[in-house]
């Protein structure tokens, strides 16, 4: 059985198929160029390097090809990393399925679009749910295959469909507890407001940053977004399309996290919270999975660079691999 490269721990020897995540290319000390690789397979990514390649290992290793990789785990400032030993393409001989290679949410696309599709349509607002369903029905096949994330939460196969019935499921006991919120703006904030990643980002495999990512990013992407459908629907002078838009911009909170504008009501604070409170949650759940009783995780780089203790008696969730992904 293949453990898989989240769970090697420092000084184990590897020795599988990867599919590389992302390259980028550098020099080092001696002149000589080098190629920092994150490989990844279901249960995570890896950072290796390759020193001393030539034009043939820039060309052979670039995002979205597979390889058989042998090496050594070590460590790096609290994060493992893969010393690579050798490294080679894989061919059809190798017969490995990249799909086998990337990390998926838990539930199917079916099963994700079945629970979306059932908070749509308690969505009653009519300006709220036509704005919300054209929305969906134009983005539906990328949005529940896309990931969340290039990396840090939610960045695998369906990630940000599972961000969104997440936040969804949070979503309807707090509505349930504080019957004033609106829910029907609530529902749709959330359906919506990370839709503009399905821009930003490059796709579902080896995904990376777009051109319109990097220099408008998916917050400015979807409240134009927003405005679009509006005006295709021809409601674009309507509260209701104010209220979402300004949800979605302020959803990151802080202008340092790519937010003009703070929460003002009360809908859109509850978004930020929800939004924040997953991402935190997937994030420190899966570094716990890969973290063995009584010891601490590899630093967090999206928790402020903090290590997580995983307390002693904590043994209902195997270190073999993470379960509720696939």
Known sequence: MVKGIAFYKEGEHVHEYLLIKSVTKGLASNGKPFLTIYLQDKTGDIESKLWGCTTDDEANYVPGAVVLAEGDITTFRGRNQFKIRTIRPATERDAVNKADLVM????????????????????????????????????????????????????????????????????????????????????????????????????????????????????????????????????????????LKHMVLSHHENPEWGSPKPPMFKEAEILHILDDMDAKINVMTRAIRKTRPGEFSERIFAMNNRTLYRPSFDEHQSEEGPESFT
């Open 104 to 243: 998926a949410a838990p539930l199917s696309v079916d099963e994700l679009n079945e629970k979306i599709t059932r908070y749509l349509f308690e969505i009653k607002n009519p300006v709220i749910q036509r704005i919300t369903r054209a929305l969906l029905k134009k983005n539906h096949r990328a949005f529940f295959e896309y990931p969340a994330a290039v990396s840090i939460h939610h960045n695998f196969l369906s990630g940000l469909a599972y961000h969104v019935c997440c936040m969804l499921d949070m979503a309807k006991s707090v509505v349930d507890l504080y019957p004033e919120i609106d829910k029907d703006l609530l529902y749709a904030g959330i359906i919506i407001h990370d839709m503009g990643k399905l821009e930003e980002l490059s796709g579902v495999t080896a995904t990376s940053y777009t051109l319109s990512g990097n220099l408008i990013g998916h917050i400015s992407i979807m409240v134009t977004n927003i405005g679009k459908i509006a005006e295709e629907l021809g409601i674009a002078d309507k509260e209701e399309v104010l209220l």
